[in-house]
Nanobody, 122 residues
Framework: QVQLVESGGGLVQAGGSLRLSCAAS????????MGWFRQAPDKEREFVAA????????YYADSVKGRFTISRDNAKNTVYLQMNSLKPEDTAVYYC???????????????WGQGTQVTVSS
């Protein structure tokens, strides 16, 4: 089973940008669809973005559409989340996740990283 490690979180002012990375272990990274989720304090974890195995299919939550971009480099076993025009409401712990099923069904993600904190100040 793949193991996931996120990095790239931090503190940024509203309107700024961050790029999160998620490094996956193993040599079978390209059989997994990948996603990003987030959880704000006192809120449930929510879906952010998803990407197909080949990188040709993407799916975004309405709240981030047009501001966030998910991508992957299968040669580096890494998935990215480029976050632009950040807002204070984007503040959360961001989690990378993997599934061997269809990428756009959030419920099917079953392998998770430990999370990375993103804080957006106003």
């Amino acid at each position: 089973q793949v193991q996931l490690v996120e990095s790239g979180g931090g503190l940024v002012q509203a309107g700024g940008s961050l790029r999160l990375s998620c490094a996956a272990s193993g040599r079978t990274f390209n059989i997994y669809a990948m996603g990003w989720f987030r959880q704000a304090p006192d809120k449930e974890r929510e879906f952010v973005a998803a990407l197909s195995r080949t990188g040709t299919g993407t799916y975004y939550a309405d709240s981030v559409k047009g501001r966030f971009t998910i991508s992957r480099d299968n040669a580096k076993n890494t998935v990215y989340l480029q976050m632009n025009s950040l807002k204070p409401e984007d503040t959360a712990v961001y989690y990378c996740a993997a599934t061997r099923k269809i990428y756009y069904y959030a419920r099917d993600y079953d392998t998770w990283g430990q999370g990375t904190q993103v804080t957006v100040s106003s």
